[in-house]
Structures are given as C-alpha cells and as structure tokens.
C-alpha cells in the first residue's frame, strides 16, 4: 500500500523505505514476547540480566538524553523553526536540512530499540509487565514514526513530540537503572506513579501542540500529520490515564476503605 507513494526525503536511510521492513519488525517482535519467547522460557529459568540491565540503561539515558539536547538545540538556539505553532519541514536546500534529518533518523531507530524492554522482560519472565498498553505503546510508536518519515520526511511538527519524548525516556530510564540496583526503589509505588504522571504529561503536551498548529492560518504542516498526531497522542494519553487510575487511585481508595 505505502509503496505506492514516493519516499518524502530523498536521501535513503536504512529502514526508512518500504513498510514490510516496519511490518516484519513488529511481527517478530510481537509472536517473540508473546509465543516464541514463552515457549523457550516455559522450562528455564529466568535470567537475571543485572548487568545486561545496566549497560543498555545507562545506555538509554545517555541516548535520549543526547536526542533531548539535539532537538533542543535546534529548535531553540539554531531557531531551525521560528513558529513553534507552525513547524514546517525544513527544505531540502537549508543549511540545517542534515541535522534535522540526522536527529530524526536518531530518534527513529531509538523507537525500535526501545523494544528490547519487553524482549527482557520475558528473559526475566516477569510476564505481568507486558500488558496491552505496554506492546500498543511500542508498537504505536515504532509504527508511526516510520509512517511519519516515509510519508511526510524528517523533522517538523514531530519535532515536538521527539523532544518531550526524549526527556521523558530520559528519566524513565533513569529509574529503570535505579530501580534495578536498589530493591527499595522499585518496590516504592511513588517513583513508579510519578513516572506515570510525566508520561501523561507529555502526551496532554504532544496533544496540545497539534491543537495549537491546527488553529494556525496558512500553516504548511500536513493535516493527516498533524491528525495522526492528535489521534496517537490521545490514544496513549486515554490508555495511560485507565492505567493510573487502575494501578494508583483505586489501590489508594481501596486503603483507605
């Protein structure tokens, strides 16, 4: 189906080009976490990981925490979009083209990356952690950002959301490190809540951005972009409210019933 549509940015980046590389990707990671991995699991036990663990968090908050500064960088100090309502696509000839295109393809392959949190997850067959909203958010997200690049190029009205998004994955690795050193810490439902919160936080951010480009006049950002952001952003804001409220506010009522 995608294929019927030209490549937006002319310049080919592995992974980026036809849709069956995304499908095949999310197809072997779903039948893995939830068949195949079980299976070889069911008569092992579960591998610690400890210093597995460590490596790809310490990894992670060093990544994202470089992705934040990148996109920051070039929104606020190179000013690459002087709108932040109207955040256009820089053109192909700009001078900041390849940074724009570089950060997004970073970011890009973080998503898919950031599978392996569920791939351990079944190593350690810690099993309650793979919930839906756990395989819809990656999914999603892995999803949609090859669908972003593939249809609409690097940068732009994403460039929002990749910011937030990276600070957000920044400290939720941070606590994935901590909590997997310190047994107190993972055991301490504040962390966890407040954890929860942030990444609600940035969705009801994400959301609010696309509104805002939407009210703008004369705004060269694609609808459908803007659209899929709006429904991915309240998709997963939906989802992880249900989620805060199951996990947080009723085990509070409950305690105090």
């Known amino acids: 189906m995608f294929e019927l549509f030209p490549i937006a940015d002319p310049v080919p980046w592995p992974f980026t080009g036809p849709f069956w590389h995304n499908a095949t990707t999310i197809i072997v990671y779903l039948v893995f976490v939830l068949k195949l991995g079980p299976m070889l699991m069911a008569n092992r036990e579960p591998f610690k990981l400890r210093g597995v663990l460590k490596v790809y968090n310490i990894f992670q908050i060093i990544f994202n925490t470089i ?20 955040m256009v696509m820089l053109p192909i000839n700009h001078e900041l083209k390849k940074t724009e295109r570089m950060i997004l393809y970073l970011y890009f392959l973080n998503k898919y990356l950031d599978l392996l949190d569920t791939v351990f997850f079944v190593l350690r067959k810690s099993y309650k952690q793979i919930t ?22 690097f940068g732009g009205h994403l ?30 439902i504040w962390w966890k809540q407040y954890v929860t919160i942030l990444q609600m936080v940035q969705f009801i951010l994400t959301f609010s951005h696309s509104i805002w480009t939407l009210m703008q006049k004369d705004c060269e950002v694609p609808y459908p972009l803007i659209f899929i952001v ?4 309240g998709l997963m804001l939906v989802m992880f409210t249900n989620f805060y409220i199951k996990s947080y506010f009723k085990k509070k009522t409950t305690k105090v019933n």
């Open 67 to 86: 992705l934040f500064v990148l996109f920051s960088h070039l929104i606020f100090w190179s000013k690459a979009y002087p709108n932040l309502s109207c």
């Open 132 to 153: 839906l909203l756990h395989l819809i958010h990656h999914v999603v997200m892995t999803t949609c950002c090859h669908f972003f690049i593939r249809l609409y190029g």
């Open 159 to 188: 460039f929002f959301s990749g910011t937030i998004n990276s600070l957000t994955h920044t400290v939720m690795y941070i606590y994935y490190y901590l909590s997997s050193q310190n047994p107190n810490i993972k055991q301490s």
């Open 230 to 233: 709006l429904s991915m952003s």
